[in-house]
């Protein structure tokens, strides 16, 4: 039976490993390469790095932590932000990542999904998405947010959803913004209805406080992975704690 | 020396990489002479069938390769590798591949039939079916990393080395004499992985 996945996320600014409550306020949580290692240890599943690194001289470094990375760590690597181009994706997968997750460049270029797709293929091709529940005109809409979250496009999360499966996407990671790095648990509801509505798999993602949290958002909130930061970073749970409270709470989990 | 075939569509540096980290001198090869002199050869690939076949083709790989599966030599086949080793696929359209196995290659059906995701994406069980040399010391029911959409199905089963159970069960791995072929990514697949790789090495 294929299991779910539990998936450590490390925010990458110029090489090092930050993790923000709310998108701001980033703190320094280590080495890229031995977290990495630490997480490979506990049986994490895949890894996801998201390179934060706002100026265009660091985002060099990226390839170079992906490189380094792959020497000690033999686990799907998946590697996120900042991808504009083809190029970018072709130089991340070359150093090593099996797939790229591209999040603003996709809302911009929808076409960039359909080339990564094309040369990479489907299996490598991640849509991120910075989803916010946000009112307008005093109705809740789901809206997809682009630059790290600052700027809000007015695309519904679930037509682009929809779009991005149809472009190429493989994989969809939905991180809901009010609820990243609270810690107060995934948004279920929104989780269940993106995944409902692709038959490609879904990562949950922002909000995970406890091995609870997750169980609940790949029960009730039907997600295919859950993607965590801070509850690993700062060793408050190790992801084989999280396992074996999954594991004993009935959902299908790689023990090692 | 264990070679690792570039024909430009492949993520080698895992597969390198986790060769060197059991011990082996691996190296990537690039040339129809490259493949002639090594001892063990590993097909890599991600991506699209067609493509793959065809830029095996306009490199002119094809016939080294089959020279290599031919001669006895060890060969290691891992998800597309594994794939382009059937007579066609059917990945946006038909497609001739390699041929070396009658059969060919599918899309899964399980998100029309089950409501499951593809692609197939993640850590599942392999169920021996016969133990092949990749499988010494394995335990029974390890699992291994999955990204795919696509499966095989050969004609002759009886090259079906194991099988894994997504909908159904479908064809992860197959062997026949020197050839093994993979639709998991060992490299991808911590230490079960690595001593996949290093069983394969000492073929």
Not at chain 2, 11 to 29: E, H, P
Not at chain 2, 131 to 136: A, E, K, N
Not at chain 2, 138 to 144: D, Y
Request: net charge negative; glycine share 10%.
């Amino acid at each position: 039976m294929l299991t779910k996945r539990i998936i450590p996320c490390l925010d990458v600014d110029r090489g090092r490993v930050v993790k923000g409550v709310k998108f701001f306020d980033h703190v320094d949580a280590g080495d890229p390469i031995e977290q990495a290692k630490r997480y490979q240890t506990q049986g994490a599943d895949e890894l996801v790095f998201y390179d934060i690194t706002a100026s265009h001289e660091g985002r060099g470094i990226m390839a170079d932590v992906v490189q380094r990375v792959v020497e000690e760590c033999f686990m799907p690597l998946t590697v996120g932000g900042g991808i504009r181009t083809l190029e970018d994706a072709t130089r991340l997968i070359q150093a090593g990542a099996e797939k790229v997750s591209v999040n603003s460049a996709a809302v911009k270029h929808p076409q960039l999904l359909a080339d990564i797709a094309r040369k990479f293929g489907r299996c490598a091709t991640v849509l991120g998405l910075d989803a916010n529940r946000v009112f307008k005109d005093g109705v809740e809409v789901w809206e997809v947010f682009i630059n790290g979250g600052r700027t809000a496009t007015g695309i519904r999360v679930m037509d682009w959803v929809k779009q991005a499966e149809q472009l190429g996407a493989g994989e969809i990671v939905l991180n809901v913004m009010n609820t990243d790095g609270t810690k107060s648990g995934y948004d279920l509801e929104m989780t269940r209805a993106v995944s409902d509505a692709v038959k490609i798999p879904v990562v949950a993602s922002g909000g995970a406080g406890s091995p609870e949290d997750m169980f609940l958002v790949l029960t009730r909130g039907h997600a295919d992975a859950a993607l965590a930061a801070s509850i690993f970073h700062f060793n408050e749970y190790t992801v084989g704690s999280v396992k074996q409270y999954l594991h004993q709470r009935g959902v299908p989990v790689r023990l090692v | 020396m264990i070679g690792i075939l570039d024909y430009g569509m492949a993520n080698l540096r895992s597969v390198q990489k986790a060769f060197v980290q059991v011990g082996s001198d691996a190296q990537i090869l690039k040339t129809p002479e490259d493949i002639r002199s090594c001892d063990h050869l590993v097909l890599p690939g991600v991506g699209a069938l067609a493509d793959a076949v065809t830029t095996i083709r306009n490199r002119g790989l094809d016939q080294p390769i089959l020279e290599h599966i031919r001669s006895g030599k060890p060969f290691l086949g891992i998800c597309l590798g594994l794939q382009m080793l059937f007579e066609v696929g059917y990945e946006d359209g038909e497609h001739r591949a390699l041929g070396v196995f009658a059969g060919k290659c599918v899309r899964f059906e399980v998100d029309q039939t089950h409501g499951l995701k593809v692609p197939h994406m993640g850590w599942n069980q392999l169920n021996v079916v016969r133990l092949s040399p990749l499988m010494q010391d394995i335990p029974e029911g390890a699992s291994v990393y999955f990204v795919h959409s696509y499966h095989v199905v050969p004609e002759d089963e009886s090259v079906v080395a194991t099988t894994t159970d997504y909908g159904g069960a479908f064809v992860s791995s197959i062997w026949r004499d020197n050839v093994i072929a993979t639709q998991f990514h060992p490299e991808k697949s911590q230490s079960v992985g690595l001593m996949m790789l290093k069983n394969f090495a000492r073929m």
